[in-house]
């Protein structure tokens, strides 16, 4: 490894004097879960079909073991690694798997956090170039260099990181809890209780075009510089856009605060991408993808409303039935969102039904700006353990 990458960090350690290659077999079948690994350095239940699969030769991981995969990590930018912390599972055998030799020198949390630094990725990815398809061998992978501090600091490091990772998944819980309050406050108003041939007093059928704009008319000048929602912001738990920035406009959906973004491809639209507009100055207009439809309400705000309507199942499903495209590329056009049918309540009922789901609404945006906060601190905390 070049000399020069190591200016200025002469007391760091390298990797491979810490850690050690483990390969552990299902020999005897005793471990059934079978995980994968996500780019995003976290294990997931595997989808792959092992009907038929040899699961003896898997590799069985273990609490504070970790799993990696070294190829293409140039052409991703990422080293796809995870610690492992649940009792055991079983992983494909091309998974590299290690563990820390002396867990009282290196704490395997502290390296996890090492592996979650986004300069660790671009380390790893500029020493990937050479190698075969953009891949990092093993022995290159264990010349990384890391600081390793007292390992009472390491604690404290972790406690730290720990204290905040605790409070971004309680936000997390509270924010799907909210989510549902508002789907079963939904489906209780319009789906279970609701007999078609027998409305309330002022009730009637409908369409969502009758109560909606959709894609409501708006204009930016060609080239001036507006905010920008790209489609990788919109989540699919909660409501909240999770980056704006700034470009020149060249095109796309418009919208302003309190409209609803829709993602009409697939499989955006299947994975619930749906956003309240709630970061963009009062009265701006802004731009995002051409995969947006935007749905705002016609008499008054509807956000929380709409937000629900499009996340629930009922809808996508419907969304689902009327796209078209080919493979992978299919998309719904907001012609049949306009003229999907619902039960539409008096103004004075729709307006309070508005005002009892913005309130889960808007406790779900507190808790995920929260959330986008504590990431941040997360990330100057892995930054600084690099200093």
């Not at 990590?73 to 796809?80: L, M, N, Q, T």
């Not at 404290?156 to 997390?172: G, H, M």
Request: proline share 5%.
């Amino acid at each position: 490894m070049p000399e020069n990458s190591l200016k200025n960090k002469t007391d760091y350690k390298r990797l491979g004097d810490y850690i050690r290659e483990v390969d552990s077999r299902n020999r005897d079948l005793a471990v059934t879960k079978l995980v994968g690994l996500t780019i995003d350095k976290a294990f997931i239940p595997s989808v792959a079909n092992v009907i038929g699969t040899d699961l003896s030769n898997y590799k069985v991981i273990r609490r504070e073991q970790f799993a990696c995969s070294l190829m293409q990590v140039s052409r991703d930018g990422k080293i796809p690694i995870a610690m492992f912390e649940e009792e055991s599972a079983i992983m494909s055998p091309v998974y590299p798997m290690f563990e820390v030799i002396d867990t009282g020198t290196l704490l395997p949390k502290y390296l996890m956090m090492w592996f979650s630094r986004k300069e660790f990725d671009r380390e790893a990815s500029f020493y990937a170039v050479g190698g075969v398809r953009g891949s990092l061998t093993w022995e290159d992978f264990c010349d990384l260099r890391l600081p390793i501090p007292p390992i009472s600091r390491q604690r404290e490091i972790v406690a730290e990181y720990e204290t905040l990772t605790r409070r971004i998944r309680l936000n997390e819980r509270l924010i799907s809890t909210l989510e549902s309050s508002a789907q079963t406050l939904y489906r209780r108003t319009f789906v279970d209780n609701i007999d078609p041939a027998r409305l309330p007093p002022g009730w009637r059928s409908g369409t969502l075009r009758e109560i909606a704009e959709i894609n409501p008319r708006l204009s930016i000048k060609k080239g001036e510089d507006a905010f920008f929602v790209e489609m990788e912001a919109l989540p699919t738990k909660g409501f909240f856009i999770q980056e704006v920035q700034r470009r020149e406009f060249s095109g796309g959906a418009k919208f302003q605060n309190g409209d609803v973004l829709f993602a009409r491809i697939t499989p955006c639209m299947e994975n619930g991408k749906v956003a309240v507009v709630s970061e963009i100055p009062q009265n701006e207009v802004a731009f995002g993808s051409t995969e947006f439809i935007v749905l705002r309400g016609r008499s008054f705000s509807l956000s929380s409303f709409l937000a629900t309507l499009v996340r629930s199942e009922e809808f996508r499903s419907y969304a689902k039935s009327h796209m078209k495209g080919t493979d992978g590329r299919q998309r719904v056009d907001s012609s049949a969102l306009e003229v999907y049918k619902i039960t539409i309540p008096p103004g004075d009922e729709l307006k309070l039904l508005e005002r009892k789901l913005s309130s889960l609404v808007g406790l779900s945006l507190t808790y995920m700006r929260e959330n986008k906060t504590l990431t941040k601190i997360q990330n100057l905390l892995l930054a600084k353990i690099g200093e």
